[in-house]
């Protein structure tokens, strides 16, 4: 039993190449799973955990999720749902975003979806855009392609596109305008419906140092000086994890303050610190954070 438990791996899929490949590989390395990078291999083996690492088309992460033989995969949400697999998304790792939207050609006059009636769409995304479709009543044509959508209405193949957009140049380089989102997306970590209490603990012991991965790039360490008259004020706009630390400085009157802030509220509360009197503010970046 022993020895069987010793070559139990967890068994993640990421993409061999790509927009999510090197953010993944990233993510695991910062968890602490060593991956050597994947582009001459199909499969590599963590260091300082038990898992394997798959490298595979991200179109291929779903099935192989759903089937277990990947236990756990990283994926972006437009794949999964375009794929509509049976797998559970465990957490959403806050990169790969882009969005799934509907562009037409920037001389055309759109008004709402009611405009797509009638029309071609072309798209890599069929399910979703059939589905996009039918939840708003329009009755369109759909035409699968596989890559450079972007292109199709210049070259007269579709009136309009539903395709990834993140800064939107692509869009633009080839005159078209988007619309209408279809879809927010964003990686995701997914996992097989039925996996062994073994594999399942290997993933919520990962799943632990993502959460913790996640919280550090969210949040930075702030060290500042304060007058000790504006201490409480001070304190106060700085809850911290519990509550800041105060060590007073070598020179009288004055404390050394640090706390911890979110990445959302962080300028805000820094223009706030300033006008409150503090001074000398260090900003450090935190690398993992467990509360
Ligand atoms: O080979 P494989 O099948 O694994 O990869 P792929 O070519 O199918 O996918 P890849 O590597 O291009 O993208 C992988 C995933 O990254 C996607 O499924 C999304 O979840 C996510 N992602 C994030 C994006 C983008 N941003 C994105 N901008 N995927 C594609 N794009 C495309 C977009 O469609 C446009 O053509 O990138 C181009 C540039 O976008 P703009 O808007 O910045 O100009
Ligand atoms: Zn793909």
């Known amino acids: 039993m022993q020895a069987f438990l010793i070559y139990m791996k967890l068994k993640i899929a990421v993409q061999k190449s790509g927009r999510l490949h090197d953010d993944s590989i990233q993510l695991l390395n910062d968890c602490g799973l060593r991956v050597r990078n994947g582009h001459n291999q199909l499969k590599s083996n963590a260091e300082d955990f038990p898992a394997e690492v798959y490298f595979l088309r991200d179109d291929d992460i779903p099935q192989y999720v759903e089937d277990a033989v990947a236990h756990i ?78 292109l199709a209405p210049g070259i ?36 097989s419906k039925q996996l062994d209490t073994t594999v399942e603990q290997f993933l919520a012991q990962l799943l632990f140092r993502i959460r913790a991965v996640k919280k550090a790039a969210n949040n930075k360490y702030v060290l500042l000086n304060a007058p000790n008259d504006s201490l409480q004020k001070i304190i106060s706009l700085l809850p911290g994890m519990k509550s800041p630390t105060v060590l007073p400085l070598a020179q009288e009157g004055w404390s050394s303050v640090h706390s911890v802030l979110s990445e959302h509220e962080f300028w805000e509360k820094i223009e706030q610190l300033k006008a409150a009197g503090a001074q000398g503010i260090l900003v450090i970046p935190i690398e993992k954070m467990i509360i």
Do not use: W
């Open 156 to 191: 007269g193949l579709a009136d309009a596109v539903c395709d990834l957009v993140s800064s939107g140049s692509t869009l633009f380089m080839n005159g078209l305008v988007e619309v209408q989102t279809v879809l927010k997306s964003q990686a995701v970590l997914i996992k």
């Open 73 to 150: 995969g990283i994926v972006g949400e437009n794949v999964l749902f375009e794929k509509d697999k049976a797998v559970d998304v465990v957490e959403q790792l806050g990169f790969g975003k882009c969005r799934l939207s509907v562009a037409v050609k920037k001389d055309e006059t759109y008004t709402d979806v009611s405009f797509l009636n009638g029309k071609r769409l072309a798209t890599s995304y069929p399910n979703l855009t059939q589905k996009f479709l039918a939840d708003n009543g329009v009755n369109a044509e759909i035409h699968e392609i596989s890559g450079s959508v972007e």
